[in-house]
């Protein structure tokens, strides 16, 4: 949630501001970047570690829960702190949490440097915006926000690709060793240039509450997801009292949050049926997203025998179609009605995931590609367009605080949405090898023929037997796989009918800037 523009930070030469852009480009990018580089390393850096792929997923959720319940925060540390000591200390602390990651021992340390990490990086992605758009005249701003947005693009397109790259041909920690040259170089840079030029700061009350029953009921509800199906979820006393916890703790922040005149989060923006409709449908299709952006890894590297390398070069089309839209989408935003563009990015959605639903595990990279390059449209167009439609409306002084809790609640729908994928895929396989077991018994006739085929060919039958059964496990998590891939295309369209409840955003005031928030 950015403050409001200052100017304090502007008056610097030519050269100066651009080394500082370019500075504060890379605190933006390391953060996105440590979003997404740990998806195709899970199956490595679980096996390294000794767990299953399930709870290596922990690295990932752990860092975006922890991440989200930072962002509220951001706005009281800017106003009490500065704009550019807040963004200069997060980076300092997000790399010694990166250097903490690297050296992690075991999967219970590396989680806790993974929440600490996202803890600290809560102002870097608003604060740099921020900065940008200070130290940039009003009449160049426009290029500052193109700035800003080029790189929380690039990142996720490298992420899974350098994560890749680096688990195959060196060691995962590297996943997270290569961020220390980059913060320490974006916080001297910073500092030297904007150190001397921070925002005014004032004394403000933050609510400490509100904070701890943010914290209480978050995490008690990831937890509670991420070990569900490990401890078989209400079964266990455990997840019973993690479920009364997340309810009661909800419920508690509720009721403060509505009645506290310093909310941490500022629930009557709910009021404004623009912001309500456009944050809806962002944190549900940000769900969607994130969800299968976490799970076609997994298939690919623990089902299919992909490399992690290739299985970030399987995701690079959607990054660089959206990429080369951006700039167009952003320019016609001011003309065009952005539940226009939102039903597009959501339309665009539903046809890469039943794309995605009609694959099997004989299809080919460039089979996988094809719906990844649709998805790369509705990524250009998607993030602009409904965080234009959740602004609309929303007076000018309540903008910051809107913006920060759409991206809390968005951050937080992803996380959430990655340990569902995951319990889902489990789940749903299983359920899938049950019916082919019952199905398949040693009186069939195709049994009995693959069994004499293997025979054949020199298998013993418990060899045939092992054989059979990783096939029907191969095809059971296909089947599961491409379950979600249908569900996630059908839910897809089924909120765009949700878009149109929103009112036109032809005029509003708020469009150019929503494009980067």
Request: net charge positive; with cysteine; charged share 10%.
């Amino acid at each position: 949630m950015s403050p409001p523009q200052t100017g304090g930070l502007g008056g610097l030469a030519p050269s100066a501001r651009a080394l500082a852009a370019f500075a504060v480009a890379l605190g933006t990018f390391m953060q996105v970047l440590d979003t997404t580089i740990a998806n195709v390393s899970i199956p490595i850096v679980s096996g390294n570690l000794g767990v299953s792929t399930d709870q290596g997923t922990w690295v990932i959720t752990s860092f975006a829960v922890a991440n989200g319940i930072a962002l509220p925060l951001t706005g009281w540390l800017m106003q009490r702190f500065g704009l550019v000591r807040t963004f200069v200390t997060s980076v300092v602390l997000f790399t010694i949490a990166s250097f903490l990651c690297g050296v992690a021992w075991n999967l219970p340390s590396l989680i806790a440097f993974r929440v600490m990490q996202g803890a600290v990086s809560g102002p870097l992605i608003p604060g740099s915006q921020a900065i940008l758009l200070n130290i940039f005249p009003p009449e160049r701003r426009a290029r500052a926000l193109g700035i800003w947005t080029i790189t929380t693009l690039i990142a996720p397109v490298i992420g899974p690709i350098l994560g890749g790259w680096i688990s195959d041909n060196y060691s995962w920690p590297w996943i997270f060793l290569i961020n220390i040259p980059v913060g320490a170089f974006s916080a001297l840079v910073c500092w030297r240039h904007l150190g001397r030029r921070d925002t005014p700061t004032r004394l403000i009350p933050v609510d400490k509450v509100g904070l701890a029953l943010l914290v209480i009921w978050v995490g008690s509800l990831q937890i509670l997801l991420d070990k569900g199906k490990d401890e078989d979820w209400f079964t266990s006393p455990l997840i019973v009292v993690l479920g009364l916890v997340a309810v009661i703790g909800f419920v508690a922040f509720m009721i403060w949050e509505l009645t506290e005149r310093y909310p941490i989060v500022d629930l009557t923006l709910f009021r404004l049926r623009d912001f309500t409709v456009g944050t809806i449908v962002n944190c549900l299709g940000y769900a969607l997203f994130f969800g299968n952006l976490v799970l076609l890894p997994l298939w690919l590297q623990t089902q299919l025998g992909y490399t992690a390398t290739w299985a970030g070069l399987v995701t690079t089309p959607s990054g660089i179609i959206a990429i080369l839209l951006v700039p167009f989408v952003g320019r016609a935003l001011a003309r065009v009605d952005a539940r226009i563009f939102a039903t597009g990015a959501m339309l665009a959605f539903a046809v890469s995931f039943l794309m995605r639903a009609r694959l099997s595990t004989d299809a080919t990279v460039g089979d996988f590609m094809i719906p990844l390059a649709v998805q790369g449209v509705a990524m250009a167009t998607f993030f602009i367009a409904t965080v234009t439609v959740m602004l609309n409306g929303v007076p000018p002084e309540r903008v910051a605080a809107a913006s920060g809790m759409s991206n809390f609640l968005r951050i937080t729908a992803g996380s959430f949405a990655a340990s569902i994928v995951t319990t889902f895929w489990d789940r749903h396989a299983a359920f899938h090898q049950a019916r082919m077991v019952e199905h398949s018994t040693f009186l069939d006739a195709p049994f009995r023929e693959a069994m004499r085929a293997l025979s054949a060919l020199g298998l013993t039958s418990p060899q045939s037997l092992v054989l059979l059964d990783r096939t029907a496990d191969t095809q059971a998590y296909a089947k599961s796989a491409l379950d979600f891939f249908w569900i996630s295309g059908w839910l897809s369209l089924g909120l765009i009918a949700l878009i149109w409840f929103a009112r036109s955003t032809v005029g509003s005031r708020h469009a150019p800037v929503a494009a980067a928030d």
